[in-house]
């Protein structure tokens, strides 16, 4: 076995753990945030989804703002929390647009054993 196929832990909700948060004032202001540990057992120098803007929390004070949680490479390749602001920006309700950011997670995946993924969506 290699040092590689070691360092193979099995991905589920145990051992990630972003927190996002989206929070609107009084006067209709949005704000959100996002921390994250990353995976587990992470490659050195791997930079997730939470620290990227667009990907791990995007925010529009015209629109509503959207956070992300789950596997960051997948939620990357989709601009995922932009991409539900902007399927808010086009009508849809958070709960739709965050479920239509899932869908597209999965059709870009042949293999989806392990993978998780998840959105917060609010306007
Ligand atoms: N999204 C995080 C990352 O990919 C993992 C997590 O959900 O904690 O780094």
Same mark, same amino acid.
């Given at each position: 076995?290699?040092?590689?196929?070691?360092?193979?832990?099995?991905?589920?909700?145990?051992?990630?753990?972003?927190?996002?948060?989206?929070?609107?004032?009084?006067?209709?202001?949005?704000?959100?945030?996002?921390?994250?540990? *990353?995976?587990?057992?992470?490659?050195? *120098?791997?930079?997730?989804?939470?620290?990227?803007? *667009?990907?791990?929390?995007?925010?529009?004070?015209?629109?509503?703002?959207?956070?992300?949680?789950?596997?960051?490479?997948?939620?990357?390749?989709?601009?995922?929390?932009?991409?539900?602001?902007?399927?808010?920006?086009?009508?849809?309700?958070?709960?739709?647009?965050?479920?239509?950011?899932?869908?597209?997670?999965?059709?870009?995946?042949?293999?989806?054993? *392990?993978?998780?993924?998840?959105?917060?969506?609010?306007?």
């Amino acid at each position: 076995m290699s040092t590689n196929d070691q360092k193979k832990p099995q991905i589920n909700s145990e051992n990630h753990d972003t927190i996002g948060l989206l929070a609107i004032d009084n006067k209709g202001n949005i704000s959100g945030a996002c921390t994250t540990s *990353g995976w587990a057992y992470k490659l050195h *120098g791997r930079v997730g989804d939470s620290p990227i803007i *667009g990907a791990g929390l995007y925010v529009d004070n015209e629109i509503g703002g959207a956070c992300a949680t789950g596997l960051g490479e997948a939620v990357i390749r989709i601009c995922g929390s932009h991409t539900v602001v902007e399927l808010m920006r086009q009508g849809h309700s958070p709960n739709i647009a965050c479920k239509l950011a899932v869908e597209r997670i999965i059709k870009s995946h042949e293999n989806l054993e *392990g993978l998780q993924v998840g959105f917060i969506g609010s306007k």
